[in-house]
């Protein structure tokens, strides 16, 4: 069955960075676009950042963007959030999620596959 594990949460101070990853498994990985998405306590969950199933054209929120990076490296079925300059407002459990369609996807309900989450809590 399909199988996505997010990790590389944790707390870090404002200002530092975390990396997150994603391990995919009982999926045509490269038939597949990612997205990373994050949900703060009493939020609904968010966009955070899309990328390609070849990793060659990637989209980002507003408000992670010139801080977040997103990559993939189909060889080995991860994606990857790079995350700098992190800020208190980041804090939340991302999660990262995969979907078949071929346009861009911001929208949760687009996507067909879900990592359990990760926490991530900045501290000021």
């Known amino acids: 069955q399909v199988q996505l594990v997010d990790s590389g949460g944790g707390l870090v101070q404002a200002g530092g960075s975390l990396r997150l990853s994603c391990a995919a498994s009982?999926?045509?990985?490269?038939?597949?676009?990612m997205g990373w998405f994050r949900q703060a306590p009493g939020k609904e969950r968010e966009f955070v950042a899309y990328?390609?199933?070849?990793?060659?054209?990637?989209y980002y929120a507003d408000s992670v963007k010139g801080r977040f990076t997103i990559s993939r490296d189909n060889a080995k079925n991860t994606v990857h959030l790079q995350m700098n300059s992190l800020k208190p407002e980041d804090t939340a459990v991302y999660y990262c999620?995969?979907?078949?369609?071929?346009?861009?996807?911001?929208?949760?309900?687009?996507?067909?596959?879900w990592g359990q989450g990760t926490q991530v809590t900045v501290s000021s």
């Open positions: 009982g999926l045509t990985f490269s038939s597949y676009a």
């Open positions: 990328i390609t199933r070849s990793g060659d054209y990637t």
């Open positions: 999620a995969a979907t078949p369609r071929i346009s861009i996807s911001t929208s949760s309900n687009r996507y067909d596959y």
